[in-house]
């Protein structure tokens, strides 16, 4: 039967005073972060790094800057108009090409005898020329009983439908920034962190996996000289606080539930950004070789109702004096997409399999599968469903 509205407001009731404790408390930190971050950001860059502990301490500052109000670098970008705006889009796109990938997929099914699944990758170029040429298209890739075996039998099958989805926008990525032509004037999105914390806690074979595919990533950047940016909307990283929290000078309580976003979020108008830092995380980035040191980020406001985005850098971007120039990119892309870049959510429209995708994938693997003489079953609710829409 359908949940009680009634029985929902009840037990929230019953447990104001948990929830409006955990309210307050929460809001005295952040605001003791926010004066903590304001304090290190006025500084000086030398005296700061000095002070510094040694070992993975969740970030360290990069970007020489001059003392900034509320920790921030504000854009000073300001229109009249939604048309002003777009000129401005004109002026830092024309002739810049973006790139983005993004995927789907088609778990396996309990309806189906077989273990079978299906990865999609969509992708999106526009070269923001006059005559609006682009280009889209999509590859798949069909995951067989063979591919979806795991090493562990309490390790979900679902988790090599993710690596085999990651590893292949992350190769095309790689191949498309191989055979770039303009590498100066083109800007490739990943749609996620470059940092795959994520990835820590699967096991060995699949850890390599995520990490061997970012790396690659990373590494093809750098050498091809093709800007990369990791895009995250909704970060729930916590390497500034992280900073804050080991920083000698401040006497902060370590609190799990604040994320850098959320502390930054009333610091920041929109196109305002931080300045750049080094990614110093524990974990994963033991893992990266050669390439540990190289992810830089900062954060970007994007929206004016919305905490602001984490935007994840190669370093030598950084080191090549390319940094503004890739961020008024994703500030244009951010304009035109109404607060996401346009290059990712058009390559997302391009990859989702929606719900008649998935009836059109079995039915054509039923139709395969009884021309082959394959023992394939499916469920009677399954079947009712293919034949019915």
Known sequence: MPVSPAQIRAALEDKRN???????????????????????????????AASLPAGRIGARPLEPYDAVKKGVLPSR?????????LEWVRSQLAGITTFAVDGSQIFPSKDVSIPVALVQIGWFEN???PDGTYTKDIALDVLTPEDLKTGRMDEPVDRQVNIRRFVMETERLVSYMRTCKTPDRTLVF???????????????ESRRAYVDAIVALLETSQACRVPLVGYVDNS?????TGLLYHWPATDLPQVETLHDAQMLNRLMKWGDRTPLLHCDREGILSDYGDQ????TFTYLRTTRDRPP????????IWESGQLETVVNWVRAEVIIGGGYPYAIETADQIAVLQAPDRQLFYRILQDWAEQEA?????SRKLVSKIWRR
């Open 127 to 129: 070269a923001h020329t």
């Open 77 to 85: 970008l300001d229109w009249a108009s939604r048309e002003e705006s």
């Open 309 to 316: 985005a984490r935007l994840e850098i190669p370093r030598w």
């Open 18 to 48: 948990a929830f409006q404790d955990f309210n307050h408390t929460w809001q005295q930190d952040l605001q003791r972060y926010q004066a903590a971050w304001q304090q290190l950001t006025q500084t000086p860059p030398a005296k700061l």
């Open 236 to 240: 729930s990283a916590r390497d500034l």
């Open 292 to 295: 540990a040191d190289q992810v």
């Open 374 to 378: 394959l023992n394939l079953r499916f």
């Open 190 to 204: 990943f749609d996620g962190s470059l940092v795959v914390t994520f990835a820590d806690v699967f096991d060995g």
